[in-house]
């Protein structure tokens, strides 16, 4: 038995999600039944972390074991051949028997993309979220500053969250702009159901002029969801880069 890690780019306009669910097709469905098809295997794919729907993915990483004898670095290729043009596995390798997809993450990415010009463009429409009014970049980076370091993000999470433990650890909050484009940045231990969408929603906000970036140090300070904004759209949402010890996908995506 070899347990294989898979690196893998979706566009998640047309799907549920990462996770199977009842009703509607997820990419985990997808690629589960691209390699039964490949191998009759249907092993149990056990990815960083779950996406909502809408949300897309540069480098989402999933292990299976398998007892298939495809050397490692080609069943990216052959399942490639097998899935939608909007799923693509990037890479593929075998791991120790003891790597957990999940478990092991050291540091999880995402990039959420604003398109902040007069008009929506046709072509970042599932990508990107339109805000036509002018947004202050300064302004928001005043309040992504306040993410910063280890906080109990209760505010920020959605109702349905079962998570264990609502404090994270916060490494990179920034935006930045390229011309219309703004896009912001953000790196943690972890992150909760929704947690980032609720983040650029009330920084959003901020950037408008509507609150203050002291709305954030309120919410981080006593943590409930009353406290902090609306939640920003799901498809300005990209899973950007995930880090392990044993590897970091930002050097198997370039």
Known sequence: MRRIVLVIEYDGTNYVGWQVQPNGVAIQEKIGDA?????????????????????????????????????????????????????????????????????DVRRKHYVYTVNNAPHASAFTRNTALHVHYPLDIERLNEAAKLFLGTHDFNAFRAAGSKASTTVRTIFVSEWTR?????????????????????????????????????????????????????????????????????????????
Request: with cysteine; charged share 25%.
């Open 35 to 103: 390699f039964y098809m490949l191998t009759g295997e249907r092993p149990a794919l056990h990815a960083s972390g779950r996406t909502d729907s809408g949300v897309h993915a540069r480098a989402q990483t999933a292990h299976f074991d398998t007892e298939c004898r495809i050397p490692a670095d080609k069943i990216c290729y052959a399942l490639n051949t097998r899935l939608p043009d909007d799923i693509r596995i990037k890479a593929s390798f075998e791991v120790p028997q003891d790597f957990h997809a999940r478990f």
């Open 178 to 254: 390229d011309g219309e484009y703004l896009r912001y940045h953000v790196a943690g231990s972890g992150f909760l159901y929704n947690m980032v969408r609720i983040m650029v929603g009330t920084m959003l906000r901020i950037g408008q002029g509507f609150e203050d970036p002291a709305l954030i140090s309120s919410a981080l300070a006593e943590p409930l969801r009353s406290n902090a904004g609306d939640t920003a759209p799901a498809h300005g949402l990209t899973l950007w880069r995930v880090e392990y010890e044993l590897f970091d996908t930002e050097e198997l995506t370039v």
